[in-house]
């Protein structure tokens, strides 16, 4: 089995659990797996068969985007770890303008 720890925005979806554990040979196949157990995870990692943007994943503290991305093979064992991305810094009125055109995106989550 694979062991997917699962960050707290998304812990909604299964029922509080931080890791939950599936079969998959691909990140791609992980994410379809996971939205059958949990439904609505699939719309929340992914965009047209592409990881979103924002989200971040880890084959065992690799990133997926500098190995295969969604076709990035797995096996029994692996540790997964999806990541939403957190942004942060200076906050001004053009800071503000950009948060709130692109607020709903990462809402969403």
Do not use: H
Not at 7 to 21: D, F, I, M, R, S
Not at 99 to 106: D, F, H, R, T, V
């Amino acid at each position: 089995m694979i062991k997917v720890r699962i960050p707290t925005p998304l812990q909604k979806l299964t029922n509080g659990k931080a890791e939950v554990e599936c079969s998959a040979k691909t990140v791609a196949e992980l994410v379809d797996v996971l939205d059958k157990d949990y439904p609505g995870m699939k719309d929340r990692l992914s965009e047209g068969g592409k990881i979103r943007r924002f989200i971040n994943i880890y084959v065992n503290e690799e990133d997926i985007r500098f190995v295969n991305k969604e076709e990035t093979s797995l096996k029994d064992g692996d540790a997964i770890s999806i990541v939403p991305a957190i942004a942060g810094g200076n906050w001004n009125s053009t800071s503000s303008q950009l948060a709130a055109s692109s607020a709903s995106e990462y809402d969403y989550i």
